[in-house]
């Protein structure tokens, strides 16, 4: 090789079959997806709380994609429905993550739909679930002597409360917690048809899986 | 159309379109071994002197007499080809100098917000009471340090590095190149406060908001003008190797970074896919073909005998500039994504084998005879290592692209120990090794403490390992875990915590050896130390250092 015309061109082909392939082609193939009949848009204090998600890097830890039966036994602990795209007509950005350190969260708010709970656990997770490894917020409250008029204080399982203290939760830690709760992909969908699904070849994987 | 018939279509237009790639090679005489073009990194009589700038005199002159082999000439290299190259080193020296110090304090940063972000998982109540240090964020800070402060500024050095020295031409427009460095920097500087202030786009990879990625994007556009200017401009007729993969590298990570971060224009899945294309070609189409490039140059420079075969690196670069490119889709596996993206990206992950066989084995066919080489040169070490883990990282990836082993290895740690097998035991050490071996050229100063070097890479080469090793079994355990509907989710916790303990202690020797690196690279740049050979740029005759090793 001794062009320097033919190797950038050459580059650049294959960059563009590859942009086409992976970016271009899933753009107009999701284009028109229509949200589900059940979806609603987030309100203004759950895309705060979406926003704190993001700002915390929640995702790095949580993903929010259940997934077929046929692949993995997510169903069963409680996640939810294997999920279609139309599920996040109103993700901007998407949130899908890529690790389980900790359970998916896309049905949180159908598994569990106490504030107190969720405002607890963000405050001390290992006061709800012994050996968890999340990391603690108490940023996003506010420990004083006693509450302002007006204020929520959290409900704190014994021996996690600070002696003599109350825990108020910040805007951020409310707004944050109505985002947890709206995660409810609990409506109907039409199932995907069957060759375009992500899971149509995972019978075929799991059996490889459990031939190997 | 049914899926059956497509891909057996697909696969008849792939044989006949090989047919003719294959008449196409016979006719262009690419079967036929071409050692003029693998030469072409050597000056006239080069062949058989060895050159590993980072050893003292007596070592290097062991080096060169375990090199020697029967049937060398003893006729020292071409003066007028040494004394140009000199001055394309020189052309170079500042833009490199800032590009490989700028790299030096990302990787310092960076490692140790990933030491404290792995001490985190298994630590979780320490360091919470400010946002900025929540593990989200702490592990952000560390991507985009490593990934755009150390490895990003490192590759861009040792491109301009060795970009005028292939072509046998003083670098162009290096103010541009300084600019677009310090554009670069800049970006990545903000990128990592606004992530430690919460403030990110939330697509893993490409988290610097989009906003400050114009800079960054603006920087990469400074740096390839003068760079591609350089190249039409060159004195050499033949382009090695090296110079396709790096500017293949500049232009196609320009290009991904421009697509994954145009605002407003991805959504939902789609976003998705397109976040996973990004994620994975950073690695595929920049890291990796400018660390693969790096070994073409330095291993058959050091050891002084050009690669066995040419024409199999030509295999290589376009092989892997058309199968990696469509990797990623795999990332999504058993998403709410078209099946077929993740089936081609599956395909073009298995056909990954075939360009990284053609490095592997034309690098063991040069290298044939010659291991022992390793115990005398420790650049060469880093790059032996680096070529080795590569290999290693890239079977594995492709094998773990299968839906049988994502099923268990899927959102698990065992993923997290696969991307660092690949960006720090093979681009990390090839990046160290490239940096012993440019400083002393760039600096004219000599490493001070040259046994620091082997301690660097000792401590580097066992912390990776015990890091890698670690983290696969413990995350595999976690996916075995997860995949058993009896246990509870929990139980998928638990058995991972003595394996990222595990984790740390790799990642504390990691770090140590960032220490002593960074800390070896500041005692030269600042003529700390010994003084063994000199400042070139004072002493009398200007060309001694580099003269004294091609001897």
């Known amino acids: 090789m001794e062009n320097e015309v033919k190797l950038t061109a050459g580059a650049m082909v294959t960059f563009a079959i590859a942009a086409s392939a992976l970016v271009i082609l899933p753009y107009i193939q999701v284009r028109d997806v229509a949200p589900p009949a059940g979806l609603k848009p987030y309100t203004s204090a759950e895309l705060r709380g979406r926003a704190s998600y993001i700002a915390n890097g929640c995702m790095y830890c949580h993903s929010q994609q259940p997934r077929s039966e046929s692949f993995a036994p997510d169903a069963q602990r409680g996640w939810g429905r294997a999920s279609v ?128 | 159309m049914d899926s059956a018939i497509l891909s057996l279509l697909g696969a008849f237009l792939l044989s006949i379109l090989g047919l003719f790639v294959f008449i196409w090679s016979l006719r262009k005489g690419l079967l036929v071994e071409n050692p003029k073009a693998a030469s072409v990194i050597f000056a006239r009589g080069e062949i058989g002197h060895a050159d590993d700038p980072a050893l003292g005199r007596a070592q290097h002159q062991r080096l060169a007499a375990a090199v020697a082999e029967p049937g060398d000439t003893a006729h020292p290299p071409d003066a007028q080809e040494i004394a140009a190259r000199i001055a394309a080193d020189r052309s170079s020296a500042f833009p490199v ?19 404290t ?30 990934l755009y402060g150390w490895i990003t500024n490192a590759e861009l050095g040792i491109i301009i590095w060795l970009m005028p020295r292939l072509l046998r031409t003083p670098l162009l427009g290096p103010m541009w190149i300084m600019m677009g460095g310090a554009l670069v920097n800049v970006a990545i500087a903000s990128g990592i406060g606004a992530i430690g202030a919460g403030w990110t786009d939330g697509l893993e990879y490409l988290e610097m ?49 421009i697509v994954g971060k145009m605002p407003g224009v991805h959504f939902g899945v789609q976003q998705a896919a397109m976040n996973w294309w990004y994620g994975h070609n950073v690695l595929g189409l ?11 140059y330095f291993l058959p420079k050091i050891i002084a005998r050009p690669i066995r075969s040419y024409n199999l690196s030509i295999l290589g670069f376009w092989t892997l500039a058309f199968f990696y490119a469509q990797v990623g889709g795999h990332h999504l596996v058993g998403g709410p994504v078209p099946g077929w993206l993740i089936t081609l990206s599956i395909v073009q992950s298995m056909m990954m084998i075939v360009p990284v066989l053609a490095f592997s084995i034309n690098m063991g066919l040069t290298m044939q005879g010659r291991a022992r080489l390793g115990l005398y040169s420790p650049t060469l070490r880093f790059m032996l290592f680096g070529g080795l883990m590569y290999l290693l990282s890239s079977l594995q990836g492709s094998f773990e692209a299968l839906r049988s082993v994502q099923q268990v290895a899927h959102f698990t740690h065992f993923t997290v120990a696969h991307a660092h097998l690949g960006a720090y035991g093979f681009v990390t050490m090839v990046l160290f090794g490239a940096i012993y071996f440019m400083m002393p050229r760039i600096l004219h100063w ?28 413990g995350g595999w355990l976690q996916g075995l875990a997860m995949l058993d509907a009896s246990r509870p989710f929990m139980d998928s916790v638990a058995v991972t915590i003595p394996w990222l303990q595990w984790r740390s202690v790799g990642g504390a ?43």
């Open chain 2, 97 to 115: 100098f800032m590009f490989i110090g700028f790299a030096c304090m990302w990787l310092l940063l960076g490692g140790i917000a990933g030491l």
């Open chain 1, 85 to 212: 795209p139309g599920d996040y007509v109103y993700d901007k950005p998407h949130l899908l993550g890529s690790m389980r350190t900790g359970p998916d969260l896309f049905n949180i708010g159908v598994r569990q739909p106490s504030k107190d709970w969720h405002l607890g656990h963000l405050y001390q997770p290992r006061a709800y679930v012994p050996g968890s490894i999340m990391p603690a917020y108490p940023y996003l409250f506010d420990v004083k002597d006693q509450a302002d008029p007006g204020e929520e204080t959290l409900k704190l399982p014994p021996g996690h409360a600070p002696a003599g203290k109350v825990v108020v939760p910040k805007p951020e830690a409310l707004d944050l917690v109505k985002y947890l709760q709206a995660l409810k992909r609990d409506y109907p969908v039409l199932p995907p048809e069957p060759r375009d699904a992500a899971g149509a070849q995972a019978p075929a994987a799991a059996a490889a899986g459990k031939a190997s």
């Open chain 2, 446 to 473: 000599e490493w001070p403490y040259p046994r620091l070097i082997a301690w660097h890479f000792w401590l580097a080469a066992t912390g990776i390992l015990i890091y890698f090793v670690g983290l696969s079994y």
């Open chain 2, 209 to 257: 908001p989009w906003q400050i990625g114009i800079f960054f994007a603006a920087g990469m556009v400074c740096i390839i003008v003068p760079v591609m200017y350089t190249l039409v401009n060159r004195k050499v007729e033949s382009l090695y190797v090296t110079t396709w993969y790096h500017t293949a590298g500049l232009l196609w990570i320009t290009l991904l970074f």
């Open chain 2, 286 to 296: 920049w890291f990796t073909p400018v660390a693969v490039g790096a070994i073409y």
């Open chain 2, 117 to 146: 972000a792995s001490l985190k998982l298994h630590w979780p109540d320490w360091l919470v009471s400010e946002a900025w240090m929540t593990f989200g964020r702490i592990r952000t800070v560390h991507l985009t340090a490593v």
């Open chain 2, 509 to 551: 020797l990691m770090v140590a050896s960032h220490l002593i690196f960074v800390g070896h690279f500041l005692a030269m740049a600042l003529r700390f130390g010994p003084t063994r050979a000199g400042a070139a740029l004072f002493s009398t005759k200007p060309q001694a250092l580099e003269l004294a090793h091609g001897e």
